[in-house]
């Protein structure tokens, strides 16, 4: 945050993987953090260290209910939004709840904002709007096909943002996140997303399942570059409203490379790893074959780079699921 322009936050999807860590870096760099959220797939356990502070209070309550999302918005500078049902299989499976969660609820925010006269949104998009799109890197402006209800929930959140910054002056800014890891990810559940479902079976001396033949590539991303990028844009100069951005690393990594990683780096601690095999599954519907970002756009206008590659944001991941669920 710069000049002490925003001193208030409200974190929608706070106890969340993502929404926890941006609570923190909010908190650290001085500002009053209200967070958000519902527990349907955040977790109370994320903020629990956050909770006896004086400048954080938790909400529990959904953003689909307006009476309690109105009073959450009511006098803060600016909203973080990460709220959001995700999984492209899940989205798949209930395509209802993916479009009340993560479309009527990005909308909630939007009318709780302009009824508060709250400006600036930071908000969470996805890699998935660029669907069926062949063009590698990816690139802003080249979006493909929607292959999942998730990636139209994302892609119409874009529309709406880009409405409301045209209609009522809202400053919505929206980052596409592109296969966001760390800690606090939750392994658990048919829905989990890669590198957690990888560790957890592999501490458990279980085959880890590769969709496919596991080529699939990935910009797989530290979370610190993730909170990095919010901050950039949440201190970002008011025309950059109405704009989308990749946050990523720009880097490529198939899955079977990414296990790889993992089991060297599990090998210390668990020494089967290294030797446990994968097994094949299915193609997962929905996928993207490809992925790695241009991330050009950010650098030049949010003046944001990664801090963590890859390797570097694997180190500091690992050892905290070795203690937490080893």
């Given at each position: 945050?710069?000049?002490?322009?925003?001193?208030?936050?409200?974190?929608?999807?706070?106890?969340?993987?993502?929404?926890?860590?941006?609570?923190?870096?909010?908190?650290?760099?001085?500002?009053?953090?209200?967070?958000?959220?519902?527990?349907?797939?955040?977790?109370?356990?994320?903020?629990?260290?956050?909770?006896?502070?004086?400048?954080?209070?938790?909400?529990?309550?959904?953003?689909?209910?307006?009476?309690?999302?109105?009073?959450?918005?009511?006098?803060?500078?600016?909203?973080?939004?990460?709220?959001?049902?995700?999984?492209?299989?899940?989205?798949?499976?209930?395509?209802?709840?993916?479009?009340?969660?993560?479309?009527?609820?990005?909308?909630?925010?939007?009318e709780a904002m302009r009824a508060e006269g709250v400006k600036r949104i930071v908000y969470a998009s996805s890699s998935s709007v660029y669907g069926d799109s062949v063009q590698l890197p990816k690139r802003e402006g080249t979006e493909g096909a929607a292959l999942s209800p998730y990636a139209v929930t994302k892609d119409m959140d874009e529309a709406y943002a880009a409405l409301y910054v045209r209609l009522f002056g809202i400053e919505a800014i929206g980052l596409r996140f592109f296969n966001i890891f760390g800690e606090r990810q939750d392994p658990e559940g048919a829905y989990a997303a890669a590198i957690p479902k990888f560790i957890r079976a592999l501490l458990k001396g279980e085959a880890p399942v590769l969709n496919g033949d596991g080529l699939q590539t990935r910009d797989f991303t530290y979370v610190?570059?993730?909170?990095?990028?919010?901050?950039?844009?949440?201190?970002?100069?008011?025309?950059?409203?109405?704009?989308?951005?990749?946050?990523?690393?720009?880097?490529?990594?198939?899955?079977?490379?990414?296990?790889?990683?993992?089991?060297?780096?599990?090998?210390?601690?668990?020494?089967?790893?290294?030797?446990?095999?994968p097994v094949h599954g299915p193609d997962r519907p929905g996928d993207v074959r490809a992925s790695l970002a241009d991330i050009s756009k950010a650098r030049e206008q949010l003046d944001y780079s990664p801090c963590c590659t890859l390797d570097e944001g694997l180190d500091r991941a690992v050892p905290w699921y070795v203690e937490h669920w080893g």
């Open positions: 945050m710069q000049h002490g322009v925003h001193k208030v936050f409200l974190v929608t999807g706070g106890a969340g993987f993502i929404g926890s860590h941006v609570c923190d870096a909010l908190l650290a760099a001085g500002a009053q953090v209200r967070c958000i959220d519902n527990l349907a797939t955040g977790k109370e356990s994320n903020i629990a260290h956050l909770r006896p502070r004086n400048d954080f209070r938790f909400i529990q309550a959904d953003i689909c209910n307006a009476a309690d999302l109105n009073a959450a918005v009511k006098g803060v500078d600016a909203v973080v939004h990460l709220a959001a049902l995700g999984s492209v299989p899940r989205s798949i499976e209930h395509p209802l709840e993916s479009e009340q969660a993560n479309l009527a609820g990005f909308l909630q925010v939007l610190a570059n993730a909170v990095k990028a919010v901050r950039s844009a949440l201190d970002a100069p008011a025309q950059r409203a109405g704009e989308v951005y990749n946050i990523a690393c720009g880097e490529s990594c198939d899955l079977r490379s990414l296990l790889g990683k993992l089991q060297h780096r599990l090998a210390r601690v668990v020494p089967q790893a290294a030797g446990i095999k």
